[in-house]
Every structure is written in C-alpha cells, then in structure tokens.
C-alpha cells in the first residue's frame, strides 16, 4: 500500500522534474532526495527512501556471478554486477537483470500446500510448514521403520556450493543411495571423458584469456556454458584486451550467437563432432604438428604398444592415422576436405589452443557421447593444452571447515548397500547418474518399488518427459513432495509442494567455478522472504532435526545459515561479507612432472596407474571393461542410428531435430519471466514464442514460408512452432529452442489471459534413452517431418 | 560544456542483450506481453537486431545494439510540433511526457526507429510493481505519450547530487548508463565527447569508428567500431 502511495507521489513529482532536468542541469526530486549512489554498499537514510547496496550470489545459472542489489524502503528494485566480484567484475548478463522478475513472480507458489484431489487435479490445500514437515517426517520415519529407507529417492538440478554435500549427508545418513542428478542429461560428459582420459573426476574449465585459438565442439560458449559471464569477458579480452589477437571457431549445425560472433562457423552434420575431432588428430599427427616432447614424456597409449603381459595393444596415432582419413571424416562430417585441414593446422599451430566441450543437454547424447567427448579432449593433450595457460585447466576449491564426522546406524548402512534406482554402478557400470533412466526403472519396479520421492530443483516432467512416461512414473511413486518455487510440471503431480524460496531471500554459498582458482561466493538474503517460502537447505536440516536419531545428529547445526558460518569459518568472514566473496585469484598451472602435475592427471584413478600420464588409451576403461577390443578404450566414432539414411524412419521422417540452448533462458525460471520472453529469440525475431528454424533448401522443397505454422512431428509427439527460414542451419536439420512450452500459468498479454502455454517443448519430441556402460542420455538429435498446421 | 556520448564495439558484443534487459529494469518500461509483442509494440529502448545475409553455408550476420542515437541534430525534435521533445544543454534529447500529445510524428521521423508509443496504460501484475526503479525520473509513463532511451538521467542526477554530498567537483566518469555499466563483453564506453582525452572522444576517431546512416546529417552520439 504504502509503495503504490509513493508510487504514485513519485509520478507526479516527475513529470514536473524531468523538465526541469531537461532543460537546467541539476535538479534534486523536491521532497524525495536521493544522495547515494548505487555503487557504494552502505546504508543510509535521507528524506523517504532508505537505500542500500547488498551484495549476493546469482543463482540463475551454473556460473554464481556476484550480484550489488539495489534496495530501496525493503524492496529491491535493481541489480548490477559486483565489481568485486572476480567471475563478472562488475557486469551483469540479462538473467541476473532480470532477476528480480523471479522474485516478484506472480508465479511463485506462496504456501506450503498438499494436493487434496487425484494428483494432478490441480486440488490444493494451503497448510503451515509445521503440518507439511510432520507430514514428510512420519512418512519418512515409519519407511525407515519398515526397513524401507532405500527406496526413498531424490531427483535433483543444479545443487549449490555446500547443497551438494548437504543432500548427500542426508540421504546417506537417512539410509538411502539415491540421490540422482541431473548430469547425465548434460555435464556429466565432459566429467567422465576427463576421469576416464585425464584421470580427474571433474568438469574441465577453459583458460581462454590466455588461449590464441578457441574450437568449441557443439554447446553455446557464449550463450549457455557454465562459466557464461567467465567466456563472454575472456572472449572479448582474447579479441581486443591483447596485443595478438585470438580465434574463436565454433563448430554446430547450428548458427547460434556464438557462431555469429566467433570467428569463423564450421557447419557440421548433428551427431558427428568425434569423426570431426579424430579426423582433426589425424591431420595434426600426420602433419607431425603435435607436442612431441609433451606426448611422449606425460601421455599413455599414443603409439601401438605392449602391455606388462606382452599382449600388443593398438594406439591412438595408428587407430587415427587409419581410420581417419580426411575424404572419409569429411563424408561422415560434411565439412569439407579442405576447411577440416586448414583448421586443424591452425589449432595445431596457434598455441595456446584449446578444443571446448559442450555442457549443455542434448549437445553430445547421439549414444556416442563419451566417444566424442574423449575424442575432443584428446585434441587437447595432442597440443599440450593440459593445465597449461590458454588450455585446459582444473577448478581448485577451498579449503573449509571439516565435515563433523557421523556415525551410520544399521538401518543407514543397510540402504546405503542397496542398488541406485538409476542403474548407475550396476546396469551403468561407469555412471555417476543416469537420470533419464529414473522413469522406465521406477515404472518397472527396479530394482525395488519406490515409496517416496523428493523433487529438488527439478522438473523430469518437462526435461525427460519420454511420451508420459516421466507423468506416469510419478504417479505410480505413494508419496512426491517437490520442493519448486512455482507450479512445474512435476510439481503439478506432487503430493506436496514445500516452496523453495529465490536466491534473494536465503542464505548460501557457491563455489567460485570457472575461473580455475578456489574461491567461495557468499548468498545472503537481500530482502525479507516475499512469501511463505523456505530455503531447501533449512528445510532439510529441520527435517533431520524431526527425524532425530542418528540422521539427526548427522546436522548439528541449527539452521543452514549456521552451517554456511561453520564450513566457511576458514576464510575471512570479514572479507567474504564485504566482498561478496573471497577467492585466491590466481591459478597456478601445474609443471608436467612436477609434484603438482599429480593433482591435475591421474588424481581420480580407480583401477589406473597415477603415473601423471594423460591417457589416449584410457587404462581406467580397460580395468573396468577388461574388453575384447582396444577400441573400447581409445577415442572412436561411430555412427549413431538415427543418422543412417537409409532406415524407414529417415524416410518417413527426413530431418533431425537439434536444440540449443539460448542465453534468454533460465533453468528453474523457464517461461515466466517476461523480459526474458520479450527478447527470447533473437535471430529470429520472436518473442513469447518457439519457432522452428528450417534451411533455405527445406523450405523451398516443402513450400513452406517465414511465418507459417507448422507442425513438427516425431515418431512419438508433435509440437506446434512458427517457421522461420534461415540461412544458418544445417540443410537437413531444423532447430527447435528449448525453455519453451512449459504448462505454468503465464499470465501475460492483454487479449489472451486464457492462452496460457507459450510456444514448444522440444523434449516432448525427444526419445530418451541411456548409453550402456556410462548411463548418459542418448536423446537424439529426433528425427522429425514438418507439415502445415 | 559536457556533450555525452557513446561507443560501441561490435567486436566485443556478443549479443548477450543484458544491456536491453539493464535498460528495461533502470527504467520501468513495461511488459508489452505476447499479442501486444506480436504487433511490435514491445518497449525496448536498448533492443539488439540481428541482420542476417548470405546463403548457408557463407552467412554473415551482424548484430546491431541499438540505443537512442542522441543525435545532435535530431529529426525528432525538428518535428515535435509541441516541443515536447527536446535536446538538454548537454546534448541528450529527452522527452518532456506532460508536453507529449501523443502524435507519433517523431517515432516517424527518427531513421533509427528508437521512438516507443504507450499504446496502453502500463501494466504489471501487483506483485511485480515493488521492483520498479522509484528514482523519479522513471515512473511509469502514461499511455499516450512517447517514449525512449535517455542515456539514464536519473544516474546523471544522482551522480551530481554524490559529488555535492561529498564536496567535490563532478567528474564525467562518475556517471554511467545502466546498459554501460552491464554490459558483458565490455563493449560499450560512454562519456563526454567534448573531452579530447575522454575514452569515447579518443574511440570515436578509431579508424574502425562510424555511425549509423551518417549521410542522413543526424550526427549521431552514439559511435559504432566495426568489427574485426
């Protein structure tokens, strides 16, 4: 109320001010004087506005950026970057602009509430916290009390800084194994071909300020990638901050903005990026262009070798040198003879250079997703880019507070021995998850039936959807309790929604990633909760403190604020509430063969030699498979099905379906956040809408024309899209973006308050399927027709 | 006499459109929504154009940030038959809203087509109201006027009224516009034109320096620096 009053108080006053503004030069707002400026964190207050600068965390995106908030009387009404801040320094991409529209959403669930109707009917019961957590704890105890722990599960997104061990203490403690992310669906590629080549379990980071040539292998660097304020800057440093100017190649079937402002775009056939990499290698062997020195003293099964049983193994050189050959690597690719040459010599010969791999669902699932992850990351080692400047480089973390250790009882050992829902470790012997996967076991039953499931930053209604499947399996699941802050499609068939609340409103922390050196990035609340909202990491310890026993002894703490000053008490509290973090701010690249070199290959090895040795034989899958062929263990290509022309399908359906992500998108806050739909596709001029990029080629063949609506049909659903006839596509591939298509209720636009869905979802046409062996998704690209509406 | 301006380096945008989404929340533009959108009445005063050419695979395409271009000899202002659009002492052409009739002769007449029409009354559901900027500068403009990028005035006041508060002299680089002090690649540079050693002033005699429809005789404020 009181806001609407100065609302409208202030409207007045400016009419008659901006005149005299215009004309005079400095004119204060009579009654209203605002002195500070919002750059500086303090806290005054002078005539009726109280203003202060709070510096936060984003949690928009994977990166974390430091946010300066502007609040004035209570409400926050502006963001800028952190200057202090080292992964944005100061700028703020339009997610993090827009973040105050997620924390105003009208969208956002404001109450705890139970479906009292058939799930999914839409029936809810607003009730207190208190009822909702008993509700959860006597379900959770009297399943613990059956023996039952186990099959308790829980599906999460992108969990943050000491979230993600928090939710595994949890579930360990509580006696269950499942805890499944979301990684195999994107991520969790580059993590495995890094252990299984590099030998370290995590997801690599790219110095790309220091690096002279940039090949990014799919994935959007500088629309999605992880670290996306990180490349932006870096690449606009690597252009014009440097006396030597550097090169970005972007290879996609795709023209996406990071193709448009690379350097050069590569068009390539979907699915095919590995041929694309080895044929690379084998120019750059062939040419002799590569590191010999750095091959041969730091690397394992470059050249054909024998093994300590004298049995001969093939390596890497003669497997390339063989098999990936230009005319058939460019037969395979469809990138011309001549182009792959040429950009493989200049990678080879433009030290420091750095070959990227995508993180984004969907880039790499063709069912060859490892293969070509290893294949591209091998291009890495041939130049000697591992841990060196403008290569490949590790993220270190910091050093916190120690863990409290906890005793499991015999219930939490019990489940803890049980097979994971997913698979992973069993069906998947190499995976870390296979989320995909959660739907067809909980729907068969396997390996056990699943009582309860909690949803966390998750929605694998909308992401995996699997033609109702996703639907089904939550409705065979007793009791689904979704932690979201606005009804999603997952939430919508819960038992119980505990309303997470929005990164301004909580305490936190996010590890600083993608700038290689260890850092940690403080979340603090920057307004008071909008709503009867919780932060998911409050509401577990209190449920632990319900539960009692020994899974509550596992959190000594009182509420997770008390945690995050308990885990960060190493640091300079001093420093990391003033700065908005505390980092080391330098990366120091490890000498191959020094001590330090051990940290950054061969450290994760399980069954593998700690040799410090990169492996292009990759010894850890040898130990695991003990396979009949060397090429199981060496980068290879093969031709994912759906590619063959010549089934019934590539017939029937003639082109294949890629997505990519775009930057006006952001997970968790898909499709209600309006600026972010008022600018959503930007080559295409669409706004509050999907559209559905078609080549020149196709368009002329099937008549169709810019701005007509289409179908686009998969073998299992269709989905309806505007076309939009562009010249950067693939000639048999048509281009779908995903964020789109979500069942919230958007209540925008003036004449069609009723129309609620806007635009796509490109899942909906998608098959989702595991590779054996890693449990990462195999999604595709779909194969799809398109015909008028 | 301070003469603010702008550069932009194609070759350090990425199109990344925070400076679009930074300009929307600095100043309260309202959400247009999906019909109003689909007529091209979205209020973007910092909107980025793609322009696409070639055929696959030789495409080329440039991307185009497009603020108000502060013309020194704006043809807005030339047909304002109220006046009510109007260049200041320091160059930056503004709209007076209780002067604007509503006639649309300038988003007309601008080549740049950076003029925006309230069609409607502005709306934004309760909830989303309590992050409108109060700066009073920006409250919400009635429908039926004009209006459009005004290099961030009220930054402008309130970085003179810092430097009063703090008894010293004023400097040019105390003030930023939100899509400046946003923008990801560090592409954009504002500041006085009229300084020979401001950043802008030096930028905008790059050689790789020039501005939209120049042969038009507007002389645009806002420099562009060619890519590659």
């Known amino acids: 109320m009181e806001n609407s009053q100065s609302q409208t108080q202030k409207s007045k006053l400016s009419r008659r001010d901006f005149l005299k503004i215009g004309a005079a030069t400095v004119v204060a707002g009579a009654g209203v004087s605002v002195v500070q400026s919002a750059k500086k964190p303090v806290v005054t207050q002078s005539g009726s506005l109280e203003e202060a600068i709070i510096k936060t965390t984003c949690a928009l995106c994977p990166s974390g950026c430091g946010l300066d908030v502007r609040v004035v009387n209570g409400k926050a009404v502006k963001v800028e970057g952190n200057p202090l801040h080292p992964l944005n320094q100061g700028v703020c991409c339009l997610k993090g602009q827009t973040a105050l529209e997620v924390l105003y959403s009208p969208e956002r669930i404001k109450h705890p509430r139970i479906q009292t109707g058939a799930r999914g009917s839409g029936d809810w019961k607003e009730i207190s916290w208190d009822e909702a957590l008993d509700l959860v704890v006597d379900k959770l105890a009297e399943l613990r009390e059956d023996g039952k722990s186990h099959s308790v599960a829980l599906m999460h997104g992108e969990l943050r800084g000491q979230m993600r061990q928090v939710v595994n203490r949890f579930m360990r403690a509580y006696g269950s194994p499942n805890v499944i992310s979301r990684e195999s669906l994107g991520e969790g590629t580059a993590r495995l071909a890094m252990w299984l080549s590099q030998g370290v379990n995590t997801i690599p980071v790219y110095d790309i300020n220091n690096a002279n040539y940039v090949l990014t292998f799919g994935g959007n660097l500088l629309e999605s990638s992880r670290n996306l304020i990180g490349y932006l800057s870096a690449t606009a440093f690597m252009r014009r901050g440097r006396p030597q100017r550097g090169k970005l190649v972007a290879v996609h079937p795709r023209l996406s903005l990071t193709g448009i402002k690379a350097d050069e775009w590569v068009p390539i056939r979907p699915g095919t990026y590995g041929a694309l990499a080895l044929g690379m290698a084998s120019v750059i062997i062939n040419s002799k262009l590569y590191d010999e020195d750095f091959v041969r003293d730091f690397t394992y099964g470059f050249e054909d070798f024998e093994d300590a049983e004298s049995n001969s193994h093939q390596g890497f050189k003669s497997l390339v040198l063989e098999s990936y050959t230009l005319d058939r690597v460019s037969a395979i690719t469809g990138v011309p003879t001549d182009v792959i040459a040429r950009v493989a010599g200049e990678f080879a010969t433009n030290r420091p250079a750095v070959a990227v791999l995508p993180t984004e669902p969907g880039e790499l699932s063709s069912g060859n997703a490892l293969h070509t992850a290893l294949a591209v990351h091998a291009l890495n080692a041939l130049v000697g880019s591992i841990d060196a400047q403008g290569g490949v480089i590790l993220q270190r973390f910091p050093e916190l507070t120690e863990w409290p250790a906890y005793a499991l009882d015999s219930d939490a050992r019990k489940g803890e021995k049980q097979e994971r829902l997913d698979g992973a470790g069993t069906q998947f012997p190499l995976a870390i998850s296979a989320y995909q996967n959660v739907p067809e076991r909980i729907l068969k039953g396997k390996p056990y039936p699943i009582e309860a499931l909690f949803l966390l930053n998750d929605n694998p209604v909308y992401d995996v959807p699997n033609g109702g499947q996703s639907v089904e399996a939550l409705m065979k699941v007793p009791f689904v309790v979704s932690f979201a802050s606005t009804l999603d499609e997952s939430a919508a068939h819960a038992d119980l929604i505990l309303p997470a609340s929005t990164f301004m409103e909580v305490w936190g922390d996010d590890y600083l990633e993608g700038t290689g050196y260890p850092g940690i990035s403080l979340r603090r609340p920057v307004v008071e909760p909008v709503h009867d909202t919780r932060a998911p990491g409050d509401v577990l310890l209190d449920l632990a403190q319900r539960l009692g026993g020994s899974v509550g002894k596992a959190f000594p703490w009182n509420s997770y604020k008390e945690l995050i000053e308990d885990r960060l008490s190493t640091l300079d509290w001093e420093k990391l509430e003033a700065n908005g973090n505390w980092s080391e701010l330098v990366y120091f690249n490890a000498e191959p063969g020094s001590p330090a070199w051990n940290d950054v290959v061969g450290r994760d090895r399980l069954n593998a030699p700690k040799d410090g040795r990169f492996d292009f034989f990759s010894r850890e899958l040898f130990a695991t498979l003990a396979p009949d062929s060397d090429l199981s263990c060496l980068p290879h290509f093969e031709i994912p099905t759906t590619l063959t022309d010549s089934t019934a399908d590539s017939i029937e359906y003639p082109f294949l379906l890629v997505t990519q992500p775009l930057i006006t998108q952001s997970q968790q806050w898909q499709g209600i956040v309006p600026t972010l739909q008022e600018s959503y596709g930007l080559q295409g001029n669409v706004k509050w809408d999907s559209w559905v990029e078609v080549s020149q080629k196709a368009a002329e063949a099937l008549h169709l024309e810019d701005g007509e609506r289409v179908w686009v049909e998969s073998p299992i659903n269709r989905v309806q899209a505007t076309v939009r006839v562009y010249a950067g596509i693939w000639p048999n591939a048509v281009y779908l973006p995903p964020g789109q298509g979500h069942h919230t209720f958007v209540r925008w636009g003036r004449k069609s308050k009723e129309n609620s869905i806007v635009g796509a979802n490109p899942n909906m046409l998608t098959k989702f399927d595991s590779e054996p062996l890693t449990g990462l998704a195999v999604a595709g690209p779909a194969r799809v027709r398109i015909y008028p509406v | ?228």
């Not at chain 2, 400076?19 to 910092?46: F, S, Y």
């Open chain 2, 1 to 228: 006499m301070l003469r603010w301006g702008m550069v932009i380096d194609l070759d350090k945008c990425f199109a990344c459109q925070s400076c679009t989404a930074a300009c929307r929340m600095e100043n309260n533009t309202p959400v247009a929504g999906k019909d109003q959108a689909d007529m091209g009445r979205a209020i973007l005063w910092n909107e980025v154009l793609p322009f696409v050419e070639g055929e696959y695979p030789n495409v080329h395409t440039t991307i185009l940030p497009r603020p108000c271009m502060h013309c020194d000899e704006p043809s807005c202002v030339k047909v304002c038959p109220v006046q009510a659009t109007f260049m200041n002492e320091e160059g930056t052409v503004l709209v007076n809203y209780d002067r604007c009739i509503g006639c649309r002769m300038c988003t007309v007449a601008c080549p740049y087509a950076v003029r925006y029409f309230n069609w409607y009354a502005p709306e934004w559901p309760d909830a989303l109201k309590e992050h409108l900027n109060p700066d009073p500068e920006v409250a919400p403009r009635p429908k039926g006027v004009v209006e459009k990028c005004t290099f961030c005035v009220q930054r402008l006041r309130k970085a003179r009224e810092e430097a009063e508060a703090e008894g010293r002299t004023f400097n040019a680089t105390d003030y930023t516009p939100a899509c400046v002090e946003t923008c990801t690649g560090r592409a954009r540079y504002f500041g006085d034109l009229n300084d020979p050693n401001s950043l802008v002033s030096k930028l905008s005699h790059s050689p790789r320096a020039f501005r939209m429809f120049e042969e038009l005789g507007t002389h645009p404020k806002v420099y562009y620096l060619k890519q590659g």
